[in-house]
């Protein structure tokens, strides 16, 4: 199983990035998949969650409104669109999938994830 991240890079505050994930070697049918961030000194943080269905999508309250989750089950990739960005925003973005659903505490049933992608936000 191979999980890659891809689209960060460094941009101003306000700015806006468009975060992509491939997902080979892993069923993704019937799969939860999420991002979450790591940051020094801080906790990780699951940022947006969205199940094979699609439905409704889970946001951590600190991005709401200002990102996007979707998934593309016929090409296996899941994208984070993200407006609006703050420095708070800083971090290495990880895409990941779950064993569960999203009304679950994802962050610790995520099976696989990639090497994550950083995304740098300058103010």
């Known amino acids: 199983v191979q999980v890659m991240e891809s689209g960060g890079g460094l941009v101003q505050a306000g700015g806006s990035l468009n975060l992509s994930c491939t997902a080979s070697?892993?069923?993704?049918?019937?799969?939860?998949m999420g991002w979450f961030r790591q940051s020094p000194h801080k906790e990780r943080e699951g940022v947006a969650c969205?199940?094979?269905?699609?439905?409704?999508?889970y946001y951590a309250d600190s991005v709401k409104g200002r990102f996007t989750i979707s998934r593309d089950n016929a090409e296996n990739t899941v994208s984070l669109q993200m407006n609006n960005l703050k420095p708070e925003d800083t971090a290495m973005y990880y895409c990941?999938?779950?064993?569960?659903?999203?009304?679950?505490?994802?962050?610790?049933?995520?099976?696989?994830w990639g090497k994550g992608t950083l995304v740098t936000i300058s103010s």
């Open positions: 990941a999938s779950i064993y569960d659903s999203c009304e679950t505490s994802w962050l610790d049933l995520m099976d696989y």
């Open positions: 969205i199940m094979w269905s699609g439905g409704t999508p």
């Open positions: 070697g892993l069923r993704f049918e019937g799969r939860t």
